[in-house]
Each structure stands twice: as structure tokens, then as C-alpha cells.
């Protein structure tokens, strides 16, 4: 490959990720959420699709690019709800990166989502008991409750769209 097509190449995949991540930010900030909760995460109408399916297009590496560049500016926008650096970083950045994982499933696109989504849950729930609960058992509990309430109907809806676009051949589209 000659540096003219490599660059070529890097950006044409910047150029998909900055739709994707444009994209995320219509379905999961701009349109109104399903259900929402009050220390931040909701339920959204399919918002995490672009993120996960850029990373089942484009691979683990630019998945978790896409996602990182996503969480840093869904910290910014309003609702985001941070009360300190490191809780701020694993809420958003580090979760939203987390769903770039899909990406090392492409063969097993739904795996690839249940992945992503658990990588997202696993920062979250860190967060919430180091800054939200107790470090006990029950702030444990409470961590995974609150982000369990939000996280399993959003990868159900996530899983279903994922599921429709593979059967309906629209995954790779544009590849």
C-alpha cells in the first residue's frame, strides 16, 4: 500500500467514525430517552447501534477509538453527571471505549455486542461503588442494580437491531 492510499485509507475510516459517533449522539442525546435514571444512564431507542456497529465493521482498534471519542464528548454535553476525575473517566471515555470490544467478535456480531455492553457495565459499576456506594457488600449490589436497570434493556435493544441489520444484510454496508 503506497502512503497516498494509507492515508487515503485513515481518512476514510475517520471520516465513518466521525458518522458514527454523530450518529450516537442523535439516538442516545439528542432524541429523548426511553427511561432515564437520576444519577445519569437511560435506556435509549437503539443508541449505542452506531458505536457497536462501526467496531463490528471496523475491528477492535478504531471500535475503541470511536467509543473513546464518543464518551469524552457525551461527558461534555448536558446531563452528564460527574462529581470527580476518575469517576468522570470511567463513566464515560473508559464505558463508551469499553463497547469498541465488539469489535474482536466480528464473526459473532450479538457475542460481540453482549462483550461491549459488559466491558460499558464492568466501568460503570466500578465507578458507582468506588464514588457512589459504600465499598460493602451492599454498595456492590447497589452498583449493579442501578447499572444492570439501565444496561440490560439497552443491550436487548441493541442485541434485536444488531440481529435485524445481520439478517437483513445491512452490517456491511459500505465495506
Not at 449505542?48 to 477509538?65: D, E, I, N, Q, T
Request: proline share 5%; charged share 10%; glycine share 10%.
Amino acid at each position: 500500500m503506497t502512503d497516498a492510499s494509507a492515508s487515503a485509507q485513515r481518512v476514510k475510516l475517520l471520516a465513518e467514525a466521525t458518522v458514527f459517533v454523530a450518529l450516537t449522539i442523535v439516538l442516545k442525546d439528542v432524541l429523548p430517552p426511553i427511561y432515564e435514571l437520576p444519577q445519569g444512564g437511560s435506556v435509549t431507542i437503539a443508541g449505542l447501534v452506531p458505536l457497536l456497529w462501526f467496531a463490528l465493521r471496523r475491528g477492535l482498534k478504531y471500535g475503541l477509538f470511536a467509543g473513546l471519542v464518543y464518551g469524552l464528548i457525551h461527558a461534555i454535553l448536558p446531563g452528564a453527571y460527574i462529581i470527580h476525575p476518575v469517576q468522570g473517566l470511567l463513566d464515560y471515555p473508559f464505558a463508551f471505549a469499553a463497547l469498541g470490544m465488539a469489535g474482536s467478535l466480528k464473526r459473532i456480531p450479538v457475542l460481540g455486542v453482549a462483550v461491549g455492553i459488559v466491558g460499558r457495565f464492568l466501568c460503570s459499576f466500578a465507578a458507582g461503588i468506588i464514588f457512589f456506594t459504600e465499598l460493602s457488600i451492599d454498595g456492590v449490589t447497589g452498583s449493579a442494580l442501578y447499572n444492570g436497570a439501565y444496561l440490560i434493556p439497552e443491550f436487548a435493544i441493541t442485541a434485536v437491531v444488531i440481529y435485524i441489520l445481520l439478517k437483513k444484510k445491512l452490517l456491511n454496508v459500505f465495506m
